[in-house]
């Protein structure tokens, strides 16, 4: 007789971990020829750039709003003269805790206290108390409680005080004008329009002011929600303002949808360059995080020139897709 045991042992079975770790600019990435700084960086839905020199360097840093209520943080670590962004975070101050809707950045020195605020999402203020430096934004108020005419953003001094006054862009394509009655430290918005020049862009209006022909007054430009941008030329001067509608189509520009302009001199030549934040609409894939267009003109005569649709991150739009490669050939 034979006999046949069978020893039944238990055999541990555990999955194997693999540790991910999330590589942002490790591995270049080329797109049409232009190196982006920050390839892997998150994505971003209908972004709004605004620049400022947040570390106090003497060189332009980069917020990018979003719909989400996240702010978008690129550090330059290059110079006044050639840029070279580096992603630091996709929630900038835990911005999103407190604000879940659209927001368009802008860093002004509303305070007069010589370090750069905030103001964001349906004219949010947050107050620096920190320092040049180092920032430390801190809620403060609403600068005017206006709803859905509140959209987007933008300070200027508007009356050639020496004061901000506001501007924002609307869910119906107008533009609402406040003055500020404060002063530099004090500041007090009223609402002077709610219509700014009867301007109708048809729907997110995105306001952004910028003395394009250095004729010492400031030209309008508006993105709107079509993705184009609408440019108004000041045919009068820094204190009589009066707005010409030049084109509805400035330059061709068509980003899909939500245009959002915004002007700097990112390469310190003197002249104004133009980057246009965007949302990759279902109609019209226009794809990237923002679109970059280098003025190889000069401060009087501008001549942009389109350089990339991806200028900080490789942003492919709505239906992105992931695949598992050993890039490293490891």
């Given amino acids: 007789m034979v006999w046949i ?3 039944l042992m238990p055999i541990s079975l555990t999955a194997q971990e693999f540790p991910f770790q999330q590589e942002i600019d490790t591995i270049p990435v080329v797109i049409a020829g232009f190196d982006l700084p920050s390839p892997f960086a998150p994505g971003m839905y209908a972004s709004t750039p605004g620049f400022g020199d947040l570390d106090y360097d003497g ?10 209520g996240h702010v978008t943080y690129f550090q330059n670590h290059g110079s006044t003269q050639a840029s070279q962004f580096k992603y630091v975070t996709d929630d900038f101050e835990d911005l999103s805790a407190q604000w879940t809707y ?12 010589s370090d750069l605020d ?5 004219s949010r203020f947050y107050r620096n108390m920190g320092t040049p430096e180092f920032c430390d934004f801190v809620y403060d108020t609403v ?9 987007n953003d933008e300070l200027v001094d508007f009356d050639n005080d020496g004061d901000y006054d506001l501007f924002c862009g609307g869910y119906y394509g107008n533009i609402l004008y406040a003055i500020n009655i404060g002063s530099t430290a004090e500041f ?6 709610e219509n700014f020049f009867d301007i109708d862009v048809g729907s997110f209006s995105n306001p952004e002011f910028c003395d394009i022909d250095t004729d010492n007054d400031f030209d309008l430009f508006i993105g709107n929600g079509d993705g184009k941008i609408w440019y108004y030329r000041n045919d009068g001067d820094s204190v009589n303002y009066n707005f010409t509608l030049v084109t509805h189509e400035w330059l061709d520009i068509d980003v ?3 245009a959002s302009p915004e002007f700097c001199d990112i390469d310190g030549d003197g002249d104004f360059d133009l980057f246009v934040g965007l949302e990759a609409s279902e109609t019209n894939q226009c794809l990237g995080d923002v679109y970059f267009y280098e003025n190889i003109g000069t401060s009087q005569n501008y001549n942009f020139q389109y350089i990339t649709s991806n200028y900080l991150t490789m942003d492919i739009g709505n239906h992105a897709g992931q695949r598992l490669v050993d890039i490293n050939a490891d």
């Fill in 5 to 7: 045991i069978l020893l």
């Fill in 59 to 68: 060189d332009y840093d980069v917020l990018i709003g979003q719909w989400t």
């Fill in 102 to 113: 659209m927001s368009n950045p802008n860093l002004v020195d509303l305070d007069n206290d």
């Fill in 118 to 122: 905030l103001v964001y999402g349906y």
């Fill in 143 to 151: 600068l005017i409680p206006y709803g859905n005419d509140v959209l």
């Fill in 188 to 193: 007090e918005f009223t609402v002077i329009s």
């Fill in 256 to 258: 899909g949808a939500y």
